[in-house]
């Protein structure tokens, strides 16, 4: 079955970076367009960036631009979200997710997350 | 960009109702709608994609309908495991935008 598990969250500094990193496996990781979704505590799930199956495309939500970059390495099964000059409001659960085909489309599956907090 | 509004953003109901929730989009997204149901501490999980098409799985108690800047989402007979928090994205090329989310409590 699919399984998407995430790491690389914790407590990081206003101004300072941190990467995230999604292993999958149950699936051909290759044929799918990847997304990551993030949900500040009790508040609603905000779309962050979409990479095509190839890694040739990339989409960012207007809150990001410029400060993450997503990118995938097919022959480890793993996508990754670097986030540079962090913000307190970018304090969330990140959530790695996989798009229903190789391009862009509805989320079909999700990991559990990874908790990101950004506080001095 | 395409923005997503929900309505209402907490909804009261009991077990048995019929209820429905309303998506609206700022300008017209042909059918490309999904809606997903959330439980505190989960992820989310797809319910309904392009706008009426019931993911595999899903009770059929549930549905969807609408295009271009209105949709919807039916539960016809509320479960108690439907108490959930509920979810429309716009998905295309570019974004994939969320509306804010509706809360369905019981009464």
Known sequence: QVQLVESGGGVVQPGRSLRLSCAASGFTFSDYGMHWVRQAPGKGLEWVALLWYDGSKKYYADSVKGRFTISRDNSKNTLSLQMD??????????????????????????GQGTLVTVSS | ?????????????????????????????????????????????????????????????????????EFTLTISSLQPDDFATYYCQHYSSYQHTFGQGTKLEIQ
Not at chain 1, 85 to 109: K, Q
């Open chain 2, 1 to 69: 960009d395409i923005q997503m509004t929900q309505s209402p953003s907490t909804l009261s109901a009991s077990v048995g109702d019929r209820v429905t929730i309303t998506c609206r989009a700022s300008q017209s997204i042909s059918r490309w709608l999904a809606w997903y149901q959330q439980k505190p501490g989960k992820a989310p999980d797809l319910l309904i994609y392009r706008s009426s098409s019931l993911e595999t799985g899903v009770p059929s108690r549930f549905s969807g309908s609408g295009s271009g800047t």
């Open chain 1, 85 to 110: 000059s962090l913000r307190a409001e970018d304090t969330a659960m990140y959530y790695c997710a996989r798009g229903r085909g190789s391009y862009y489309g509805e989320i079909e599956s999700w």
